[in-house]
C-alpha cells in the first residue's frame, strides 16, 4: 500500500502504467472479453468493477492529448449511440479526470483489433457486458 494512491493500482499495473510510452494504449475490460487469446500482455484485477479501475487508472496516467480521440468504449453490438448504464459511468468517471476529452465509442470490428494491438489490457470481474474501454497514454510536461 502507498499513500495518496489507490489500492486498486497493483504492483504489477503500476510498472506497466510506468512503463507504457506516450501513444501506448492499456485496454481495461469486463469478465466476460476474451482477454487471455487478445492481451500481449494481460494483468487481472478479478473482484474490482470496470469503473472503479479505469478511475484508479486515470488518477495517475495522463491522457495523449496530441491526438484528437484517446479514450474509447465499446458499444452495444453495432450501436455507435446506445449508452448502456456502464458507458454512463465510463464517460462520468472520464469527465472527472479529463474534462475536456471525448469518449469515443468504437465497433466490435475497430475496437477488438485495438485491444489486441493494445501494450497492455487489464482484466476485471465487470458482469456487465461491453464494459470495456481503452485509454491512450499522453505525457507529463516538464515544469515551467
Request: a negative charge.
Amino acid at each position: 500500500m502507498l499513500k495518496g494512491l489507490s489500492p486498486l493500482l497493483s504492483p504489477d499495473l503500476l510498472a506497466t502504467l510506468r512503463a507504457m510510452g506516450h501513444g501506448d494504449e492499456i485496454a481495461i475490460v469486463d469478465g466476460n472479453y476474451p482477454a487471455l487469446e487478445h492481451a500481449r500482455r494481460l494483468i487481472r484485477l478479478d473482484g474490482h468493477g470496470v469503473v472503479p479501475v479505469v478511475d484508479a487508472i486515470l488518477s495517475v496516467m495522463p491522457i495523449d492529448d496530441f491526438v484528437e480521440e484517446a479514450i474509447f468504449r465499446a458499444t452495444v453490438k453495432q450501436n455507435r449511440d446506445l449508452l448502456d448504464p456502464v458507458h454512463a459511468e465510463l464517460i462520468a468517471c472520464c469527465a472527472r479526470h479529463e474534462p475536456d476529452r471525448a469518449v469515443v465509442p468504437l465497433l466490435g470490428p475497430d475496437f477488438y483489433p485495438r485491444v489486441k494491438a493494445a501494450h497492455t489490457v487489464v482484466q476485471t470481474s465487470e458482469p456487465r457486458l461491453y464494459g470495456n474501454m481503452i485509454l491512450r497514454k499522453g505525457v507529463i510536461y516538464p515544469a515551467a
